[in-house]
């Protein structure tokens, strides 16, 4: 099959990859990038284990072909290091033990990151509905709806700027 050029910004790294047509943005990113963070969980897009970033708006990254990407900007998890949202959510989540397994995680932390970019002081049925559509068998849900609760007080405490400076030293 005849591969297609595509350009795109892969957390924040201009990319040039040549791809089939057919190519899923999800195999892509892990089979081709290794972006492991990126998980496959139902192939179907209701679980959100393969959630990445599309010009900053959350998708299914199984459900997406590689070629539909061309020109946009992508963010996996692994991209996420410095983000201050994120980094907020991950210490809350350790707090809160709002992960087990942690194979969630990665599309879980996007989701909320989404939310709290939206909201900054949102309420527990606000977190659950952005929520929704990212399955967990491991916690109940209860210590990630917390774990969002607490990252978003963080965020509005001001807590999460000493860490994304860190990030930059």
């Known amino acids: 099959m005849e591969k297609v050029q595509l350009h ?3 957390n924040d790294a201009s990319e040039t990859r040549e791809v089939e047509p057919r190519q899923l943005l999800v195999h892509m990113l892990r089979d081709s990038m290794r972006l492991t963070g990126v998980h496959i969980g139902c ?3 209701q679980c959100g284990a393969c959630t990445v970033l599309l010009d900053q708006e959350t998708v299914r990254s199984c459900t997406v072909l590689a070629v539909q990407t061309e020109g946009v900007s992508i963010h ?3 991209g996420m290091e410095c983000d201050p949202t994120v980094t907020a ?3 809350a989540f350790n707090e ?3 992960l087990q397994c942690g194979f969630c995680t990665p599309g879980m932390l996007l989701a909320a990151r ?5 909201v900054r002081d949102p309420s527990e049925d606000a977190v ?4 929704h559509g990212n399955l967990c068998r491991c916690t109940g849900y209860q210590n990630i709806v917390d774990a969002v609760l607490l990252a978003a007080a963080t965020l509005r405490e001001g807590e999460a700027v000493a860490i994304e400076e860190a990030c930059h030293e």
């Open 8 to 10: 795109n910004t892969i």
């Open 128 to 131: 659950r509905e952005a929520l």
């Open 96 to 98: 809160l033990h709002g």
């Open 89 to 91: 959510l991950k210490q």
């Open 76 to 78: 996996t998890i692994e």
């Open 114 to 118: 989404a939310l709290l970019l939206r």
């Open 43 to 45: 192939d179907t897009s």
